[in-house]
Structure formats: structure tokens, C-alpha cells
């Protein structure tokens, strides 16, 4: 794309220029700044260890569009290396918005969804954000389809009632379950059952998502805990043990960053459909949020994120005080359609 002194370049983390990743943080705090609103900055450091710890497994690539020495534009391509979703492809398009309808976006997704056929991959899987109408807006131009609505919701911290959590906690069924603790690392005698553990989350609302089941193994759990050391972030889980037959019931996890101090990521939390209906959604958010306030006081947000209909865990976060904070839409659409529109939308100029 070399109109109007615009192009399209590579941008390779562990190579780009100084430039290159000062343009590209501008651009990528302009663009959290229109999602998350009230969210701080995220320093150029941060940025760097955030995109320079991917495991290699996912195989994300990203590119970056320049005009007139301003980095104006992005986008990230994830062409996962697991056995599952061979199909689909994860990708992001954003294009700062002193910059948009001039056809920068359409170059874009022209880029991405070139390599994703290379890749073999026949869907591109993307997200939109209330806070931002103009990625909805071009969505619906592609003609993409609304796969699943999430939920972003968010709890401040002051808003917390010690009071609930702890009649949560005296309520639980200690009878037949017990908690477990883990920080950082999972241990390696218990790898293979937290392996176990994560299929609970296959059971989570997916809407109309063409997509299959994920399974963790050992090395893609290890994957993860390295990326998480580089970047300083701290991940602590709760579990659920059945006392009967030894099994993981459910589990709760977040994830803190020092570098971003008021927030706290709640990451996954799930309970087996057969544990279901005895609290243990509840006793498991309590005692982590009861964790979170004695050793982390200065966390002031927790963020996380559910499907609309998922009505069951919707209930116990806003029993607890999370608030919506705002909606993301994840959209299908065909490889094949997005290069008719984007070649389509080239020949029209």
C-alpha cells in the first residue's frame, strides 16, 4: 500500500527499529485509551516484554502501517501452532482514529488474511469493544458474523463487602470438598491433573464461535509460566478438591502485574458440571478475593470477562459488586470473504 506516502511494514519485536516501537507504542496506548478509557498508560517497556515473551506456539506476527513517518495503524495475525482450530485464525486491525475511513483498516485485513490462507486457515476470528463503535462499524461492513457477546465487567476493590465474602466462606462445604493454593508455577507432581483442571473451561458458553474444544499439555502450561516470569506477572490459582474421589472440582485463577498495580486480571474460573450446585463458584471467588486484600493492597480494579449467558457466574460477580464495564463482540468471518471485500474495495479506488 503505497499511497499517499503509506505502507505497510513487518514489525518484528525482537528486531524493530527504535522507531519503529515508539510509533507503535503511541499507537497502541491511543488505541487502549479508546477501549479501556480510564486505564493508565502502558509504558514502552511493558509493551516490549508484553510482545517479546510470546511463546512461539502461537505464532503471532504483526504489522504496522506508516504515513508520513507516523505510525497510524497495526495489526496482529495468530497462526496457532495446537492441534485444535487449525481452521481459524485470531487477528486484530487497528487504525488510530485521526486515520480511519481512508482505507488503511481494508489494507490491513488484506494483509493478514493473505497469510492466513497461505496458513491453510479458512476463518478469521477478530473483537469489537462498545467503547470503540467504529471496529463494529467496519464489522458489519465485512459482513462479519457475531459469534459470542462477552461481558467485560469490573469490581472495585472498595466496593468489596467483607461481610458477603465471609458468610460465602462459613457457607462452604468442607463436608465434601476442600481448597488448595497455588502461586506462580504449578507443581510438577500435580501437572498432569492441572492439565485436567483447565477442561472445565470447555464447558463455558462459546455462542455460535465455530470452535472446538483446547486442551493444555504440560509444555504449553510451561510455555506460559516462562512468558509470565519475563514479564514479572504473578499468577495465583484456588482449587476445589472432591474429597471422595481426590478430583479437581473447579478452580479459580488471576493475574497481577506490578508493572500495572490497580489491576487485577481474574482469569478462568470453572466448576465441573457433576460439583455443580453446592457453592463452590462462591467459596472459590471468596477465598481469592479474601487472599487478594490481605496481600494486595494495591490493587484498587479486578477485570474480567463473561459471556452474556453465562448466567450462572454472572450472577455470583455481580453479587460481589462487578459492574459492567464494557461489551466485546467476537465476529466470524470467511478467509475467502475478507479477501472479496478487501480486493473489492481496492478495485473501487
Given at each position: 500500500?503505497?499511497?499517499?506516502?503509506?505502507?505497510?511494514?513487518?514489525?518484528?519485536?525482537?528486531?524493530?527499529?527504535?522507531?519503529?516501537?515508539?510509533?507503535?507504542?503511541?499507537?497502541?496506548?491511543?488505541?487502549?485509551?479508546?477501549?479501556?478509557?480510564?486505564?493508565?498508560?502502558?509504558?514502552?517497556?511493558?509493551?516490549?516484554?508484553?510482545?517479546?515473551?510470546?511463546?512461539?506456539?502461537?505464532?503471532?506476527?504483526?504489522?504496522?502501517?506508516?504515513?508520513?513517518?507516523?505510525?497510524?495503524?497495526?495489526?496482529?495475525?495468530?497462526?496457532?501452532?495446537?492441534?485444535?482450530?487449525?481452521?481459524?485464525?485470531?487477528?486484530?486491525?487497528?487504525?488510530?482514529?485521526?486515520?480511519?475511513?481512508?482505507?488503511?483498516?481494508?489494507?490491513?485485513?488484506?494483509?493478514?488474511?493473505?497469510?492466513?490462507?497461505?496458513?491453510?486457515?479458512?476463518?478469521?476470528?477478530?473483537?469489537?469493544?462498545?467503547?470503540?463503535?467504529?471496529?463494529?462499524?467496519?464489522?458489519?461492513?465485512?459482513?462479519?458474523?457475531?459469534?459470542?457477546?462477552?461481558?467485560?465487567?469490573?469490581?472495585?476493590?472498595?466496593?468489596?463487602?467483607?461481610?458477603?465474602?465471609?458468610?460465602?466462606?462459613?457457607?462452604?462445604?468442607?463436608?465434601?470438598?476442600?481448597?488448595?493454593?497455588?502461586?506462580?508455577?504449578?507443581?510438577?507432581?500435580?501437572?498432569?491433573?492441572?492439565?485436567?483442571?483447565?477442561?472445565?473451561?470447555?464447558?463455558?458458553?462459546?455462542?455460535?464461535?465455530?470452535?472446538?474444544?483446547?486442551?493444555?499439555?504440560?509444555?504449553?502450561?510451561?510455555?506460559?509460566?516462562?512468558?509470565?516470569?519475563?514479564?514479572?506477572?504473578?499468577?495465583?490459582?484456588?482449587?476445589?478438591?472432591?474429597?471422595?474421589?481426590?478430583?479437581?472440582?473447579?478452580?479459580?485463577?488471576?493475574?497481577?502485574?506490578?508493572?500495572?498495580?490497580?489491576?487485577?486480571?481474574?482469569?478462568?474460573?470453572?466448576?465441573?458440571?457433576?460439583?455443580?450446585?453446592?457453592?463452590?463458584?462462591?467459596?472459590?471467588?471468596?477465598?481469592?478475593?479474601?487472599?487478594?486484600?490481605?496481600?494486595?493492597?494495591?490493587v484498587k480494579f479486578v477485570v474480567t470477562g463473561n459471556a452474556a449467558v453465562n448466567a450462572a457466574m454472572l450472577k455470583i460477580n455481580h453479587e460481589l459488586g462487578f459492574r459492567l464495564y464494557n461489551t466485546v463482540t467476537l465476529w466470524q468471518l470467511p478467509v475467502e470473504e475478507a479477501l472479496a471485500y478487501a480486493q473489492g474495495r481496492n478495485s473501487a479506488r
Open positions: 500500500m503505497a499511497r499517499s506516502g503509506v505502507w505497510i511494514e513487518r514489525f518484528e519485536p525482537g528486531r524493530a527499529r527504535a522507531e519503529a516501537w515508539r510509533g507503535y507504542h503511541a499507537l497502541s496506548n491511543a488505541i487502549r485509551a479508546e477501549l479501556w478509557p480510564d486505564w493508565p498508560p502502558r509504558p514502552l517497556p511493558v509493551l516490549r516484554r508484553l510482545l517479546t515473551t510470546v511463546p512461539p506456539v502461537w505464532g503471532v506476527r504483526w504489522w504496522i502501517v506508516w504515513r508520513r513517518g507516523e505510525v497510524v495503524g497495526g495489526a496482529e495475525l495468530e497462526l496457532s501452532g495446537t492441534p485444535e482450530n487449525r481452521h481459524m485464525a485470531w487477528c486484530d486491525v487497528y487504525v488510530h482514529p485521526d486515520h480511519r475511513r481512508q482505507g488503511i483498516g481494508t489494507a490491513l485485513l488484506r494483509t493478514v488474511a493473505e497469510l492466513a490462507r497461505e496458513d491453510g486457515r479458512r476463518l478469521l476470528t477478530f473483537a469489537t469493544a462498545a467503547t470503540a463503535p467504529a471496529g463494529e462499524a467496519f464489522a458489519r461492513r465485512l459482513g462479519a458474523t457475531p459469534g459470542l457477546v462477552n461481558q467485560t465487567n469490573r469490581l472495585r476493590i472498595s466496593d468489596v463487602d467483607p461481610a458477603l465474602l465471609r458468610a460465602w466462606l462459613d457457607r462452604a462445604p468442607r463436608d465434601e470438598f476442600s481448597l488448595g493454593f497455588w502461586e506462580g508455577p504449578y507443581p510438577e507432581e500435580d501437572l498432569a491433573e492441572v492439565c485436567r483442571m483447565h477442561e472445565v473451561m470447555n464447558t463455558a458458553p462459546r455462542g455460535d464461535l465455530e470452535m472446538e474444544d483446547f486442551h493444555w499439555t504440560p509444555k504449553l502450561i510451561r510455555d506460559q509460566e516462562e512468558s509470565l516470569k519475563k514479564r514479572g506477572v504473578e499468577r495465583w490459582t484456588v482449587y476445589a478438591r472432591h474429597t471422595a474421589s481426590g478430583r479437581i472440582a473447579g478452580f479459580t485463577e488471576v493475574a497481577w502485574d506490578p508493572a500495572e498495580p490497580e489491576i487485577l486480571h481474574q482469569w478462568g474460573t470453572g466448576v465441573f458440571p457433576e460439583f455443580r450446585g453446592h457453592g463452590l463458584g462462591k467459596w472459590l471467588k471468596a477465598d481469592m478475593l479474601t487472599r487478594v486484600l490481605a496481600r494486595r493492597p494495591q
